[in-house]
T-cell receptor, first 114, second 111 residues
Framework: GNSVTQMEGPVTLSEEAFLTINCTYT??????LFWYVQYPGEGLQLLLK?????DKGSNKGFEATYRKETTSFHLEKGSVQVSDSAVYFC?????????????FGAGTQVVVTP | DTGVSQNPRHKITKRGQNVTFRCDPI?????LYWYRQTLGQGPEFLTY????????KSRLLSDRFSAERPKGSFSTLEIQRTEQGDSAMYLC?????????FGPGTRLTVL
């Protein structure tokens, strides 16, 4: 079956530091990949997505590249801010599953200190 | 901006009671999904609808859970005879194609 594995948190960084959150996946088909972010007390917000190999999703300074050869979709940001403190979820949706559901990783909490 | 809305935002109930949650999707989104999220975990899929048809149900969705989307617009999720293990955040999402957009969730606490 499909699965998503993320690096465990919490990840604690100083403001302006470089952030990387690793995400790898297993899929029977050819999935679309997503990063969602959950701020404290809020629902999930779509951060970025990529639908095919070598696509790069980007938003708000975050980037992730769909790497089919390594089955990875690592999230990066060059200079984090305190406002980036949140839980980040990697997820996939598989066309062989009629795009019916998202399979999520366990989430990675990021804490950015001033 | 009319995103996905969920009501109520919080629900506290006693074990054995029935509860019902409502989700209003983004207008014109034909797909609607329900997920459950427990503390420290990623959301887990429960069920989804395309228009009014319920196309898939997870094994997580026991017989005490039922979901409907009678007119292909809003959806309800009912939990009968609640148990303490049902305490979680219940998330609704909608989509037109692949990308799902989430509501703020309903936090259920079963005492």
């Amino acid at each position: 079956g499909n699965s998503v594995t993320q690096m465990e948190g919490p990840v604690t960084l100083s403001e302006e530091a470089f952030l990387t959150i690793n995400c790898t996946y297993t899929a029977t088909g050819y999935p679309s990949l997503f990063w969602y972010v959950q701020y404290p007390g809020e629902g999930l917000q779509l951060l970025l997505k990529a639908t095919k190999a070598d696509d790069k999703g980007s938003n708000k300074g975050f980037e992730a590249t769909y790497r089919k050869e390594t089955t990875s979709f690592h999230l990066e940001k060059g200079s984090v801010q305190v406002s980036d403190s949140a839980v980040y979820f990697c997820a996939l949706s598989d066309r062989t599953d009629s795009w019916g559901k998202l399979q999520f990783g366990a989430g990675t909490q990021v804490v950015v200190t001033p | 901006d009319t995103g996905v809305s969920q009501n109520p935002r919080h629900k506290i109930t006693k074990r054995g009671q029935n509860v019902t949650f409502r989700c209003d999707p983004i207008s014109e989104h034909n797909r609607l999904y329900w997920y459950r999220q427990t503390l420290g975990q990623g959301p887990e899929f429960l069920t989804y609808f395309q228009n009014e048809a319920q196309l898939e149900k997870s094994r997580l969705l026991s017989d005490r859970f039922s979901a409907e989307r009678p007119k292909g617009s809003f959806s309800t999720l009912e939990i009968q005879r609640t148990e303490q293990g049902d305490s979680a955040m219940y998330l609704c999402a909608s989509s037109y194609q692949v990308t799902q957009y989430f509501g703020p969730g309903t936090r259920l606490t079963v005492l």
